[in-house]
């Protein structure tokens, strides 16, 4: 105890003194910090606290960080940077950087859970009164989750000041929160419940949690009501979250898939291979991304914009290979074809596990790819929103060229009627050639942005070739708004029955379902129609 207001009478004559003098004391403080045991350094810590200068912040959030260090030469207390047993040591008043040093040679300042609830709660109280409104409100969240009443003060001058409505309201939940660990009257800390209720995140319901195991009487009936609330909000938040991460999902299928209904509708081709031209287009983006990493690095933000069109080509020039020396040869024979296309796939992963390895490759997301925006208790990542916005240009796209182009009308023509359409003079030939490269591109566009969620390797394509297969039969084959509304229904049953299930089971759960949905109608949920699909 006598330490302890040695420290805090440091800490109130640092704080009160002229600013030349603030340094020694500040050194005194720092360096006791390292001293004593748990118990010592946590007066240490209300000491530095009780300055309220900003300046020594840096210094408990490298204690929190296992980055605060004694050199043994001297007993100085320094911040240090480790990076392979080496220490770079830093002066912590003045951020001078002053030696590199083996970690023998110093000694690391021991922190134990109970210290670090107490660094959190000085760390959010001396920055409370922060002129940076950002700074302000991580504040005022720190002290929320220590509920520290020492901090009441500080919060009620802090609310004096604030005119930023979003930060003044983190202030009067941190401020509630605090109020529930004192002994407030009933009817203050029933607002303080109100408060923190509405606020309805995890955090307000661990606390109200913990005070309703705590408490008891009307105050324990009062956090059950409020905990109550806050479990119902957060369920209909989940239920949300799941048709995110659904339609997320059904996106990602979508661009998988829709390149396959193309070929297999218009051509009825059981294209095995259609997973490698959804690598090749993945290893196209990295391709580029290494080569603007080598050359010009400042257009990597725009890389996706170059691999596009090219990953577009890439595949779309293989595919029409493809088409021209196997396929062609092959109509008629599904069970050759599927066995030739198997084995072209098998080639194809070995060619490029030759040329780039069999280990994952890295590709970057751009700066507009990167974060997530959060509305309420929802979480929406940036890439996957992205995707979603291009796999539904691309869809768009597609319905566009079948239907407002000459090319589009022939390959729909081909679909209905293949004899009928050769009849009329169209080169059904061409337009199954040009088909399946189309086919493929998209496959090649789905790579550049799987790229951007998933593992660069050469087996990316197998994992979602079975789950283009069963977007394609259970949309309709051949039919484009079937595969858009199978890709997003598959997608959202998925992802509501893995929280339940797990991620294998609700994926044979998927499986069973389609096989019965089949069974019912064989055409899918949009069947094609026309004189050749009706024989």
């Not at 303080?192 to 606020?199: C, E, P």
């Not at 690598?279 to 196209?284: E, P, Q, R």
């Not at 951007?452 to 994992?463: A, T």
Request: glycine fraction near 10%; aromatic fraction near 6%; charged fraction near 20%.
């Amino acid at each position: 105890m006598i330490r302890f207001l040695i420290l805090l009478l440091l800490g109130l004559l640092a704080w009160a003194s002229p600013a030349r003098a603030q340094e020694p004391d500040h050194r005194a403080l720092v360096a006791a910090l390292a001293e004593g045991g748990f118990s010592e350094k946590e007066a240490a810590i209300q000491a530095v606290a009780a300055t309220g200068d900003p300046s020594l912040v840096a210094v408990l959030e490298a204690m929190g960080d296992g980055a605060l260090y004694t050199r043994k030469s001297d007993g100085l207390v320094l911040i240090g940077e480790e990076d392979r047993r080496q220490i770079t040591l830093i002066d912590p008043l003045t951020r001078e950087t002053l030696e590199t040093v083996g970690s023998r040679e110093v000694e690391r300042v021991r922190v134990n859970n109970r210290l670090r609830r107490a660094l959190s709660a000085a760390i959010g109280a001396m920055t409370l009164l922060s002129p940076d409104p950002n700074v302000r409100s991580e504040a005022a969240q720190s002290v929320f989750r220590s509920a520290d009443p020492e901090a009441l003060e500080t919060l009620d001058e802090a609310l004096a000041r604030e005119s930023d409505d979003n930060v003044r309201a983190r202030l009067e939940q941190a401020r509630a929160a605090a109020l529930l660990e004192t002994d407030a009257d009933l009817e203050t800390k029933r607002a303080a419940i109100d408060v923190i209720t509405a606020r309805g995140d995890r955090d307000a319901l661990s606390l109200l949690v913990a005070l309703r195991a705590s408490s008891e009487g009307e105050l324990q009936e009062a956090a059950a009501t409020g905990a109550a609330a806050i479990e119902r909000r957060l369920k209909r938040w989940e239920i949300a979250q799941h048709i995110t991460y659904g339609i997320s999902l059904g996106s990602v299928l979508l661009l998988a898939a829709i390149g396959l209904a193309i070929t297999f509708g218009v051509m009825g081709v059981i294209n095995m291979a259609h997973g490698e031209m959804v690598m090749l287009g993945a290893y196209t983006t990295f391709v580029v991304q290494e080569a603007i990493r080598s050359y010009y690095p400042p257009l990597f933000d725009s890389s996706l914009f170059i691999a596009i069109p090219l990953a577009f080509l890439v595949t779309g020039i293989i595919g029409i290979a493809i088409e021209r020396g196997i396929i062609r040869w092959l109509y008629g024979r599904p069970l050759e074809t599927l066995l030739a296309t198997w084995g072209l796939s098998l080639v194809l992963q070995q060619a490029v596990r030759s040329l780039f390895g069999p280990t994952n490759r890295e590709v970057g997301n751009p700066s507009w790819m990167s974060g997530a925006i959060e509305i309420g208790a929802l979480t929406i990542t940036a890439n996957r929103l992205w995707i979603l916005v291009f796999s539904l240009a691309v869809f768009a796209a597609l319905m566009l060229i079948l239907k407002r182009t000459s090319f589009g009308l022939e390959m729909r023509a081909v679909t209905q009627n293949r004899q009928m359409a050769g009849a009329m003079g169209i080169r059904t030939g061409r337009i199954d050639a040009m088909t399946f490269g189309l086919g493929s591109g998209v496959a090649g566009l789905a790579g550049v942005a799987l790229s951007q969620i998933d593992n660069v390797s050469p087996n990316l394509g197998q994992g979602y070739i079975i789950d283009s297969f069963m977007v394609v039969v259970f949309g309709g084959v051949g039919n484009l708004w079937g595969t858009l509304t199978g890709a997003m229904t598959l997608g959202i049953v998925n992802k509501f029955l893995e929280p339940y299930a797990g991620a294998v089971l609700a994926k044979i759960l998927v499986l069973v379902f389609i096989i019965l949905f089949i069974q019912k109608r064989p055409r899918g949920l949009f069947a094609q129609r026309g004189r050749a699909v009706e024989a």
